[in-house]
Nanobody
Framework: QMQLVESGGGSVQAGGSLRLSCAAS????????MAWFRQAPGKEREFVSA????????GYADSVKGRFTISRDNAKNTVLLQMNSLKPEDTAVYYC?????????????????WGQGTQVIVSS
């Protein structure tokens, strides 16, 4: 079992930055690929970014490439999402997700564990 707790959401003006954090329980954190998804009102949950268990591979949605950076600290059981140059269309609830195995994927149904989500609001 793994529990995920997100933090760091909030309200920011367009062009601003936020850093989301996801704290994971468990002793085998490095065996899990981690990802961030987001869901805006009335829309499906969509992939944002992911990182492999060892942190050597990362992936990003086209909409966030060059603006968001994912990282992880396996010693602290933490994954971070640094979000820069935020846009109003980034407004959503952001979820941290985990799947056992070293490789990440973009499909939400591939992930076994989810956090409760943290709200990000970007105003124009």
């Amino acid at each position: 079992q793994m529990q995920l707790v997100e933090s760091g959401g909030g309200s920011v003006q367009a062009g601003g930055s936020l850093r989301l954090s996801c704290a994971a329980s468990g002793r085998t954190f490095s065996s899990y690929a981690m990802a961030w998804f987001r869901q805006a009102p009335g829309k499906e949950r969509e992939f944002v970014s992911a990182i492999s268990g060892r942190g050597n591979t990362r992936g990003y949605a086209d909409s966030v490439k060059g603006r968001f950076t994912i990282s992880r600290d396996n010693a602290k059981n933490t994954v971070l999402l640094q979000m820069n140059s935020l846009k109003p269309e980034d407004t959503a609830v952001y979820y941290c997700a985990a799947v056992y195995g070293l490789g990440w994927r973009e499909v939400p149904s591939s992930y076994n564990y989810w956090g409760q989500g943290t709200q990000v609001i970007v105003s124009s």
